[in-house]
């Protein structure tokens, strides 16, 4: 089992940027696939990015891109999501996730609790 912690949220200007980071402990000598998902107010959880264990593959939502980029640090244990060009659309409480590949939560065993971003207009 792995555990998951988010940070980097905040709040930020429409056209803005920010950068968050997951931070995995644990089990961490086996590297996961890891991804974002965010949950607006009033909507479900939604998939926005993901990276593969060695880094070499993403995806990511329609919706972000060209706009989010997804990375990992060095020693694999971190995650990156830069976001820049942030809309009022982007506020949501963003979720890091380990586990499988796929843009579907099932996909994912582990999840952090999450870092609030919030884009004023």
């Known amino acids: 089992q792995v555990q998951l912690v988010e940070s980097g949220g905040g709040l930020v200007q429409a056209g803005g940027s920010l950068r968050l980071s997951c931070q995995a402990s644990?089990?961490?000598?086996?590297?996961?696939?890891m991804a974002w998902f965010r949950q607006g107010p009033g909507k479900d959880r939604e998939f926005v990015a993901a990276?593969?264990?060695?880094?070499?593959?993403?995806t990511y939502a329609d919706s972000v891109k060209g706009r989010f980029t997804i990375s990992r640090g060095s020693a694999k244990s971190t995650v990156f999501l830069q976001m820049n060009s942030l809309q009022p659309d982007d506020t949501a409480l963003y979720y890091c996730?380990?586990?499988?590949?796929?843009?579907?939560?099932?996909?994912?065993?582990?999840w952090g609790q999450g870092t609030q971003v919030t884009v004023s207009s």
């Open positions: 644990g089990r961490t000598d086996t590297r996961y696939n």
């Open positions: 996730a380990a586990g499988g590949w796929g843009t579907r939560e099932r996909d994912f065993g582990s």
């Open positions: 990276i593969s264990s060695t880094g070499t593959s993403t």
